[in-house]
């Protein structure tokens, strides 16, 4: 006999039943789900503070009846937290004789996508005259980034931050 031929007859030997869940050392028996009977409610372990009747008839869904309203607890009324707005933050464009104005104004417009070309036409304008001038305020990182993005220009555009001063003494 071959070991094909082996495998088989011990398949058909088995039959359906070696594939069939059971539970090893106690003998197949019916439980009461299998005969059609159905669960039995369940039931908190738990004291809920409820009381419910279940009324079920032969052939029809069962019906709870709530014999006990439960009791509604007041909210839990949350402390409110102080939040402070994140520090702004200037980006100053710092005025330079070496600077193209259209490349100048068309970059800060560029990078700062809230920016016009009035805006940056006048800001360009202040710098040249004053040395340095304010383009915007802006969260730390965005400030950053603005700055980082101006400098990566070509031909660079200077620019810094500055805090931008707090007003009630902190």
Do not use: W
Request: hydrophobic content about 40%; proline content about 5%; charged content about 25%.
């Amino acid at each position: 006999m071959t070991r094909l031929t082996q495998v088989l007859c011990l398949a058909a030997f088995l039959g359906a039943n070696a594939f069939a869940p059971s539970r090893f050392g106690v003998p197949h028996t019916q439980t009461a789900l299998q005969m059609g009977a159905g669960a039995a409610p369940a039931k908190p372990k738990i004291e809920i503070g409820q009381k419910t009747a279940v009324t079920q008839k032969v052939g029809q869904k069962s019906v709870v009846k709530q014999t006990h309203k439960a009791k509604v607890a007041e909210p839990v009324k949350r402390r409110e937290h102080k939040t402070e707005d994140a520090p702004l933050y200037k980006v100053m464009l710092i005025g330079d004789e070496e600077y193209d104005q259209t490349h100048t104004i068309e970059r800060i417009c560029d990078i700062m996508e809230d920016v016009d070309e009035g805006q940056a036409a006048s800001v360009f304008t202040q710098a040249q005259n004053g040395g340095k001038a304010m383009i915007a305020k802006y969260p730390f990182e965005h400030a950053e980034l603005y700055v980082e993005q101006l400098l990566r220009s070509d031909p660079m555009i200077f620019s810094e931050l500055e805090e931008e001063e707090r007003m009630g003494g902190n």
